[in-house]
């Protein structure tokens, strides 16, 4: 059974950083591509990031400079640093898993407050 | 960045029909594979129509999934009410290397 678990959510202060982790299980994670996509309170989905299994990456602009997308196959894991982190980046983030074209795995999420 | 349009919201009583648009740039929903999900209430999304028109398994034939030019629209007949979710597009934005996700509609059954 195809598993993703997101870890390293909490709160923090506005400008400080935070680690997240999408830990995998249940597939060949290194041949994988995996993104990170959040939700503010209230409001739609964001894409973020992804990281192909070739190491590719890509960002949406609103985090390119700031955020830093990073694989361990050998722990079967995808990271997400934050970095000067704003209010407007308070959302419960999402990994999922890429299969062509499409996300067909997510995980169950984990939230990040950023208090000012 | 690039937005994929579509209406806040639909409703229809259980058993009827509904559909939902998703409007893009011909260098998005043009040129890309349109994906469907579903967030139910307090939940992850969840994939509900890939590659504009499959459905993975498990996901009733009661959702369907249709493309034409620079639009995208989801149909979901048999109206039950545990339809009632948030539901978006999304599809991968090639000039922009990005993946970009629609706006959102709620689905409300009467």
């Known amino acids: 059974e195809v598993q993703l678990v997101e870890s390293g959510g909490g709160l923090v202060q506005a400008g400080g950083s935070l680690r997240l982790s999408c830990s995998a299980s249940?597939?060949?994670?290194?041949?994988?591509?995996i993104n990170w996509v959040r939700q503010a309170p209230g409001e739609g989905l964001e894409w973020l990031s992804c990281i192909t299994s070739s190491g590719s990456i890509y960002y949406t602009d609103s985090v390119k400079g700031r955020f830093t997308i990073s694989r361990d196959n050998a722990e079967n894991s995808v990271f997400l640093q934050m970095n000067s982190l704003t209010v407007e980046d308070t959302a419960v983030y999402y990994c999922?898993?890429?299969?062509?074209?499409?996300?067909?795995?997510w995980g169950q999420g984990t939230l990040v407050t950023v208090s000012s | 960045q690039s937005v994929l349009t579509q209406p806040p919201s639909v409703s229809a009583a259980p058993g009827q029909k509904v559909t939902i648009s998703c409007s893009g740039s011909?260098?998005?929903?043009?040129?890309?594979?349109v994906s469907w999900y579903q967030q139910l209430p307090g939940t992850a999304p969840k994939l509900l129509i890939y590659e504009n028109n499959k459905r993975p398994s498990g996901i009733p034939d009661r959702f369907s999934g249709s493309k034409s030019g620079t639009s995208a629209t989801l149909g979901i007949t048999g109206l039950q009410t545990g339809d009632e979710a948030e539901y978006y597009c999304g599809a991968w934005d090639g000039p922009l290397e990005a993946y970009v996700f629609g706006t959102g509609t709620k689905v409300t059954v009467l």
């Open positions: 011909s260098s998005i929903i043009g040129n890309a594979l």
């Open positions: 249940g597939f060949t994670f290194s041949s994988s591509e």
């Open positions: 999922a898993r890429t299969t062509g074209s499409y996300r067909d795995h």
